[in-house]
């Protein structure tokens, strides 16, 4: 396959969700006719209102939530089709999450924090590779320095990196970041997406990004705006 070829990553077809009790007031339909598809390598932004169901769409990609009707197809594969094992391997190992607030675990330092994604894997002959990769990512977003130190003794650009990092542990196909940058500061969301660019860029990883921010979604390679649960 030539360098110019697109690789479809992921295919969302004609997806509806809805909330609430069937058949009662409270039913509503977030996601309508929704489609999609996203190459490998590419960098999406998702803008629109609160409410507009950026997370709900994010959640069927990551099949933490199951569409009502609709197709989610990861490397050609129809996610309703795998079994409860196979979902387990493809959010623990093609998804990696990064979230508004970042959920380290506080009595874990920061690279036990980066390395609980390896926990739950089988294979543990890899332990030494994955400390040795979560040295590197450490390093690379300029961490180092704190590798010991608890989520508590950081700052919040600082635990959002840390963030990225832990989602990057296990090279999962697709980046998944629900406004990363919501509660930092102007400074350290700049700093948070000018790495989340050179992931993309220098890695190749595939990235969906949620933002409020107009400034921010403009770096990505595309934006799609959710309107009236469509794209
Ligand atoms: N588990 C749920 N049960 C019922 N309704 C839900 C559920 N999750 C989301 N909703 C509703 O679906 C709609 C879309 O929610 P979603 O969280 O996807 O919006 P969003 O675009 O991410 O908003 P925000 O920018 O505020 O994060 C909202 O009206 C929300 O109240
Ligand atoms: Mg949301």
Known sequence: ????????????????KEYGVPGTANRRTVLSKLSLIVNRGESIAVIGPSGSGKTTLLNLIAALDKPDAGLVEFN?????????????????R???????????LPQCTL???????TLARPDKT??????ERAEGLVKRMGLWEMRNQ?????????CQRTAIARALIIDPDLLLADEPTG????????????????INKLDGKTI????????????????????????
């Open 1 to 16: 396959m030539s360098m110019n070829d697109k690789e479809v990553l992921l295919r969302l077809d004609n997806i509806r």
């Open 76 to 92: 050609g594969r129809d996610l309703a089709k795998l079994t409860a094992n196979e979902l387990d391997t493809y959010r623990n």
């Open 94 to 104: 093609s998804i990696g999450q990064i979230f508004q607030l970042h959920h380290l």
């Open 111 to 117: 690279l036990e924090n980066i390395l609980i994604p």
């Open 126 to 131: 890899k332990r030494l590779f994955y400390r």
């Open 150 to 158: 608890y989520p508590g003794q950081l700052s919040g650009g600082e």
């Open 183 to 198: 509660a930092l500061d102007e400074a350290n969301a700049a700093n948070l997406i000018e790495l989340l660019t050179e």
């Open 208 to 231: 969906i990004l949620v933002t409020h921010s107009a400034e921010l979604a403009g770096r990505m390679g595309r934006v799609l705006e959710l309107k009236d649960g469509k794209i």
